[in-house]
């Protein structure tokens, strides 16, 4: 019969009907083959023209829709006729490769036509490409192509020339930045390259669908500094449904900002992917001091204590953004923030907390947690305290949070065999009532025993470093014993590393307070140097730097460094008396970034010095004042979480 061709209306399906046509093989015949007859087809069958065209690999200029140069077979089944699903009719295969039946060369491209079954009406026929001959290899594109058929049959072309609904099936990706590294701290913006290819290994290309769509993300940015920009839309991650041109990462220049690595996968295929990483040149600053806390003991050892909070630009006499009251029945002798800003107390039931005839703590410490920004007379959301049926009791002279921001406390236990003796505590985050540790250790020999401990915190691992006076039966041992996090659940650890109190290390018992670390893991331990002689002589602040390291055994060589700090000296003979209630805590040190943060409590001032200097250096900035509300400050925590004010980049000149 005579094929009368007609002029074809093309539409682009939703996306949805990429999905429909790589999921069924061919079941009918090659072209021109006899097959097995539909078994239930539309009333009625007209032929219709296919033709397909397969673009030239030398051709440059990108064309709508999208089929493969590398499509040596292509398999077209009727799938609907105004709307209505139809069955039984057999998919015919074509072979799209020079020399087949049908197809010819034409202007540099070969163009293949064959006969395919449809029907009078609003046809659609699915289509699926293949990389090799009689549908099989890797399927490159699949979709659908929509035509306008007559009582007298019709016509399909397929092309890159035509609005097809035909997508891209991919089989790998191509991911790049350009630039691919940029100035910590100055805006820029890169360009992304993203290209899709098929299992043919030819790019994907044209306004068409892809058969599933590329999930664009970036990873590691904490800061969220970057963005990915396309098509009007932007974020941290983007959906990328068909090729992209355009697409850009921008940075907006935060100096906090780490490296980051921008992803490129296909949705539901985990196996296909790709990633390009950014980089930052130059060092990281110190984090900007948002909130620095302080622990102010007041006249009376800690009864009716207050924390007060200051703003990370204040200076001189400034006056606290909030001020809480603590009880006015416990002995407050720590704090703690954690990273949602709530606010731990430590307490005391009496002012020493621990039983002088054996070194237990009593059953009346506790720790009061404070919402962020508890103010005035605010009560605790939550209160840690004793707990019987584990033998467990408190000793929060001084405390610490782990990495997800669990409690680190001193105290005693039974718990991990602990046996009820005095151990360090290790709560899960979250902690209240009468809780139990989820872990603790102990010391073999010598041992904790109260009060021996000056200074308590860990580094980025979860290493323990424990500062104070250790028990034997045969007297004191001094020291800053490190303790692996691994051994977080023993009652007799060896410490793996030990800096001895002694001359060499310039550490003395009764002048020495207690320890922080800065990032890199140096040592800082504070202590008082007296001076003058005879019964009233002066003390003067120090802050005495040891190398990093968790291990080593005793290491008992001289300090790196000492730093003198100016303004951190008092002529008060009480600051060398063990019976006065500030002696213990003069001074008292805080690292935060590059800054050396310290609490005098003679003299009723917070001081910030730079935490790499060595000799006498003098403070950046100093709290100190009649507004300011500092009343014996014993304790400090600064944070990056900014209150009402600004926050200030750490050691600000």
């Known amino acids: 019969m005579n094929v009368k061709r007609w002029i074809v209306a093309i539409s682009i399906a939703a996306l949805s009907a990429c999905g429909g046509g790589g999921g069924n093989l061919p079941n009918g015949p090659v072209?021109?083959?006899?097959?097995?007859?539909?078994?239930?087809?539309?009333?009625?069958?007209?032929?219709?023209?296919?033709?397909?065209?397969?673009?030239?690999?030398?051709?440059?200029?990108?064309?709508?829709?999208?089929?493969?140069?590398?499509?040596?077979?292509?398999?077209?089944?009727?799938?609907?006729?105004?709307?209505?699903?139809?069955?039984?009719?057999?998919?015919?295969?074509?072979?799209?490769?020079?020399?087949?039946?049908?197809?010819?060369?034409?202007?540099?491209?070969?163009?293949?036509?064959?006969?395919?079954?449809?029907?009078?009406?609003?046809?659609?026929?699915?289509?699926?490409?293949?990389?090799?001959?009689?549908?099989?290899?890797?399927?490159?594109?699949?979709?659908?192509?929509?035509?306008?058929?007559?009582?007298?049959?019709?016509?399909?072309?397929?092309?890159?020339?035509?609005?097809?609904?035909?997508?891209?099936?991919?089989?790998?990706?191509?991911?790049?930045?350009?630039?691919?590294?940029?100035?910590?701290?100055?805006?820029s913006t890169s360009a992304v390259t993203l290209n899709a290819f098929d299992g043919s290994g030819a790019q994907i290309v044209g306004p068409s669908d892809y058969e599933a769509p590329i999930a664009l993300e970036i990873q590691g940015d904490t800061d969220n500094a970057f963005a990915l920009h396309a098509g009007g839309k932007s974020?941290?991650?983007?959906?990328?449904?068909?090729?992209?041109?355009?697409?850009?990462?921008?940075?907006?220049?935060?100096?906090?900002?780490?490296?980051?690595?921008?992803?490129?996968?296909?949705?539901?295929?985990?196996?296909?992917?790709?990633?390009?990483?950014?980089?930052?040149?130059?060092?990281?600053?110190?984090?900007?001091?948002?909130?620095?806390?302080?622990?102010?003991?007041?006249?009376?050892?800690?009864?009716?204590?207050?924390?007060?909070?200051?703003?990370?630009?204040?200076?001189?006499?400034?006056?606290?953004?909030?001020?809480?009251?603590?009880?006015?029945k416990l002995y407050a002798r720590s704090i703690a923030v954690d990273s949602s800003g709530n606010l731990y107390v430590g307490y005391f039931g009496n002012a020493y907390g621990f039983n002088p005839s054996n070194g237990t703590p009593i059953t009346g410490n506790e720790v009061a947690v404070y919402a962020k920004g508890a103010t005035g007379n605010a009560t605790p959301t939550a209160v840690i305290n004793s707990d019987t049926a584990t033998q467990t009791t408190l000793f929060p002279i001084f405390m610490s949070l782990d990495s997800s921001g669990g409690l680190v406390t001193y105290g005693a236990t039974g718990?991990?065999?602990?046996?009820?003796?005095?151990?360090?505590?290790?709560?899960?985050?979250?902690?209240?009532?009468?809780?139990?540790?989820?872990?603790?250790?102990?010391?073999?020999?010598?041992?904790?025993?109260?009060?021996?401990?000056?200074?308590?915190?860990?580094?980025?691992?979860?290493?323990?470093?424990?500062?104070?006076?250790?028990?034997?039966?045969?007297?004191?041992?001094?020291?800053?014993?490190?303790?692996?996090?691994?051994?977080d659940c023993d009652p007799s650890v060896s410490p793996a590393r030990t800096i001895p109190w002694q001359s060499s290390t310039k550490l003395e018992p009764g002048e020495t307070t207690n320890v922080s670390l800065n990032s890199s893991g140096e040592i800082y331990i504070a202590n008082v140097e007296l001076e003058g002689s005879g019964s009233y002589p002066s003390c003067q602040g120090l802050a005495n730097v040891y190398s990093a390291g968790a291990s080593g055994g005793s290491t008992d060589g001289a300090p790196l460094r000492v730093l003198t700090l100016d303004t951190v000296y008092t002529t008060n003979s009480q600051c060398s008396s063990q019976r006065n209630d500030l002696q213990p805590f003069f001074p008292t040190i805080a690292l935060y970034g590059s800054s050396l943060f310290v609490a005098d409590d003679f003299n009723n001032a917070v001081d910030e010095f730079s935490a790499s200097g060595s000799g006498t250096v003098k403070p950046s900035v100093r709290i100190t004042g009649s507004s300011t509300g500092l009343n014996a400050p014993i304790a400090l925590v600064i944070t990056s979480v900014s209150g009402q004010a600004q926050a200030r980049p750490a050691h600000s000149q």
């Open 31 to 187: 072209v021109n083959s006899p097959g097995n007859g539909p078994t239930s087809p539309p009333t009625k069958l007209v032929n219709v023209s296919v033709s397909v065209t397969i673009p030239s690999k030398s051709q440059r200029r990108v064309r709508p829709g999208y089929v493969s140069v590398n499509t040596q077979s292509l398999v077209i089944e009727l799938a609907s006729v105004d709307g209505n699903g139809v069955t039984g009719v057999n998919p015919t295969t074509i072979n799209t490769v020079a020399g087949a039946h049908g197809c010819k060369e034409s202007s540099g491209q070969l163009v293949c036509t064959a006969t395919a079954s449809g029907s009078p009406g609003s046809d659609v026929f699915s289509v699926t490409t293949y990389a090799g001959q009689n549908a099989v290899g890797a399927v490159l594109s699949v979709g659908s192509v929509s035509a306008q058929i007559g009582s007298g049959g019709g016509g399909v072309p397929i092309n890159n020339q035509l609005s097809l609904s035909l997508c891209g099936v991919i089989a790998s990706l191509e991911l790049s930045l350009s630039p691919n590294s940029g100035k910590r701290g100055k805006a």
């Open 235 to 328: 974020g941290a991650t983007l959906t990328i449904v068909k090729p992209t041109s355009g697409i850009t990462l921008s940075y907006d220049g935060n100096s906090q900002a780490a490296p980051i690595t921008v992803a490129a996968g296909v949705d539901g295929l985990g196996s296909i992917g790709k990633s390009a990483d950014f980089a930052l040149k130059g060092k990281v600053p110190p984090p900007p001091v948002g909130t620095i806390y302080a622990l102010n003991l007041g006249t009376n050892d800690g009864l009716g204590a207050t924390v007060t909070e200051y703003a990370g630009k204040s200076n001189g006499n400034a006056a606290p953004e909030n001020t809480l009251n603590l009880s006015s």
């Open 415 to 487: 718990v991990c065999k602990n046996d009820g003796n005095d151990a360090v505590l290790i709560y899960p985050a979250g902690a209240n009532g009468k809780a139990s540790p989820a872990d603790a250790w102990g010391f073999a020999s010598p041992t904790l025993r109260y009060a021996g401990p000056t200074g308590l915190t860990l580094d980025a691992s979860g290493n323990f470093y424990v500062n104070g006076m250790l028990y034997t039966t045969l007297g004191p041992s001094y020291g800053l014993y490190v303790v692996p996090t691994s051994d």
